[in-house]
């Protein structure tokens, strides 16, 4: 994250999600990005139904499977790109610098990373 430190047309609310894990109440900070979901060009790299990567499984000696949500905030967004992702927060605007969950586009380069990965097959459930 970075401060907004120009004028921005485009902010989005942040808000925090709260539920109960192992009996412990747990936040998660959430980004409402539907308006600049509506409004982006979609990138239509193609995603696998599920019911595809478990048939592509058939036979293997060994499945892995790997929680990658952090994986999503690895993707850089560029610099003339960023006021995209300002957002209102308790601080003041901030924006992202990297691609946040919830953004249309998001899963695309996650796909494509893993698909340039050797012998891998990816399923994104987000």
């Known amino acids: 994250m970075e401060y ?3 004028p921005t047309p485009f ?3 942040l808000f925090v999600v709260w539920r109960v894990v192992d009996g412990k109440r747990k936040g998660r900070v959430v980004v409402d990005l ?4 509506k409004v982006v060009v979609p ?3 193609p995603l696998p139904r599920q019911d595809e990567v478990i048939r592509s499984l058939r036979g293997a ?7 990658v949500s ?11 790109h960023r006021h995209r992702f300002t957002v209102t927060s308790h601080r003041g605007l901030e924006r992202f610098i990297v691609a ?3 953004f249309r586009n998001s899963p695309a380069p996650k ?10 097959s990816a399923y994104s459930n987000d």
């Open 4 to 6: 907004a430190t120009e």
């Open 11 to 13: 902010t989005a609310p």
């Open 34 to 37: 539907r308006a600049l979901n």
């Open 43 to 45: 990138d239509n790299y």
């Open 61 to 67: 000696t060994y499945i892995t499977a790997i929680n």
């Open 70 to 80: 952090s994986f999503f905030f690895q993707f850089a967004v560029r610099r003339g």
């Open 100 to 102: 946040p969950m919830g």
């Open 111 to 120: 796909k494509n990373t893993s698909d340039t990965s050797k012998s891998s």
